[in-house]
DNA sequence: GGGCTCCTGGAT
DNA sequence: ATCCAGGAGCCC
């Protein structure tokens, strides 16, 4: 997504902002919207699951896009619709981005100056493209959670999702539910590689669009065609032809190989 | 940890 | 009608 918007977007000058959803409206203050108006996008970057424009005149825009999210390139003459959340359009240019969320669960954060390495970004651990082996270990070894849990949560490391953890636990061969400090050394080698190189492949399919996901140019991603695990419950395990499972793991639905993924009590609680 | 909440829509 | 969903914050 950074990718694509950067090649469009990178140098254009903010014209105007119009938000048309009350959540969204309610993050924001008239004179922070004022402030954005004018800005050159002179950067575009992802930091976890946030994506940010860096204006020149010191503002910055965090957007997330949660489930639903899609920040889309439309002509800047195109008609409002009801999908509408926001749009931003640029001075002298015929796009415009527009963001639809049927969900309302994404956010936009307006930030000015200093307050930007402030909250909402404070909290982040390491980004898991950028995250090096020896100190992925140690954020391991520190928590007894199931490691789906951990690296499900962005304090501990940041830009992992239900659909890049259960495929590069799959990958990995380790089960979900695996308290992670318990994870051995060969293992979380294992791990770390198989979550660099699933990610990489994604962006580079441009996401997996499991129902409507789309880039900003409106096009599907295609990843969810190299999933393993991710909604192939009941179908044949790729490696051992063993039915993918589907269980709940720290509230989320979680698919995995049963034969693949042991869990490391299984043996002892079954003899 | 588990459970509920914010929302809307698709599948069954 | 009921269950589920690419996320995450809040409560006990």
């Not at 910055?60 to 619709?81: E, I, N, Y």
């Not at 415009?96 to 307050?115: P, V, W």
């Not at 789906?148 to 953890?165: M, W």
């Amino acid at each position: 997504m950074v990718l694509g918007l950067r090649e469009s977007l990178l140098g254009q000058r903010v014209q105007r902002v119009r938000i048309f959803c009350d959540r969204l409206l309610g993050q924001t203050t008239p004179s922070s919207l004022r402030r954005v108006r004018g800005g050159r996008v002179i950067g575009l970057n992802r930091k976890g699951k946030f994506l940010l424009f860096h204006l020149s005149n010191g503002s910055l825009l965090v957007f997330h896009l949660r489930m639903t999210g899609k920040l889309l390139l439309v002509p800047s003459a195109s008609p409002l619709t009801s999908r509408d959340r926001l749009r931003l359009d640029f001075s002298g240019w015929d796009w415009a981005l527009s963001f639809e969320d049927t969900r309302r669960f994404g956010s936009l954060d307006i930030l000015h100056g200093c307050e930007a390495a402030d909250g909402l970004l404070s909290e982040l651990g390491p980004d898991a493209l950028i995250v090096g082996l020896e100190d992925f270990r140690e954020l391991l070894a520190e928590s007894r959670r199931p490691v789906k849990a951990l690296l499900l949560d962005q304090r501990v490391i940041a830009g992992l999702g239900n659909i890049y953890v259960d495929e590069s636990l799959h990958r990995a061969g380790i089960h979900p539910r695996t308290p992670a400090a318990d994870i051995p050394r060969p293992d979380s080698r294992l791990l770390h590689a198989s979550m660099r190189s699933i990610l990489r492949k994604a962006i580079g399919c441009r996401g997996s669009s499991v129902s409507d996901y789309r880039d900003s140019r409106n096009r599907p991603g295609s990843f969810q065609k190299h999933h393993r695990v991710y909604q192939r419950a009941g179908e044949p395990c790729i490696t051992c032809r063993e039915p993918i499972a589907y269980i709940r793991v720290s509230g989320r639905g979680t698919h995995l190989c049963p034969a693949c993924q042991k869990h490391p009590a299984d043996g002892r609680r079954s003899s």
